[in-house]
Nanobody, 124 residues
Framework: QVQLVESGGGLVQAGGSLRLSCAAS????????MGWFRQAPGKEREFVAA????????YYADSVKGRFAISRDNVKNTVYLQMNSLRPEDTANYYC?????????????????WGKGTLVTVSS
């Protein structure tokens, strides 16, 4: 049974930074893409970032390009999301995901595992 556990969420002022982590347990996910999604209150879940198994390919949503950076450590079975220049509209529950390909993950397809989420709140 694979589990994804997110951490690092919290309350931050606009312009601040947070670093989210997602640790996988149960088996190694080094051969799978990993990514982040978010869901704001009253809105649908949306894609944020994805990284291929060897970290050679990375995708970002247009809304976070230049501000967020995804990375992974396959030894630690962990994926990270560094979030800088945060805005109130970044407020959401952030979910970790693991699946086959980073490209399909951008469409929320081919996802095998989801975490339970961590809340990020950005105050103005």
């Amino acid at each position: 049974q694979v589990q994804l556990v997110e951490s690092g969420g919290g309350l931050v002022q606009a312009g601040g930074s947070l670093r989210l982590s997602c640790a996988a347990s149960g088996r190694t996910l080094s051969n799978q893409a990993m990514g982040w999604f978010r869901q704001a209150p009253g809105k649908e879940r949306e894609f944020v970032a994805a990284i291929s198994s060897n970290a050679g390919t990375i995708y970002y949503a247009d809304s976070v390009k230049g501000r967020f950076a995804i990375s992974r450590d396959n030894v630690k079975n962990t994926v990270y999301l560094q979030m800088n220049s945060l805005r109130p509209e970044d407020t959401a529950n952030y979910y970790c995901a693991a699946g086959g390909l980073a490209a399909t993950m951008t469409k929320a397809r081919g996802i095998d595992y989801w975490g339970k989420g961590t809340l990020v709140t950005v105050s103005s």
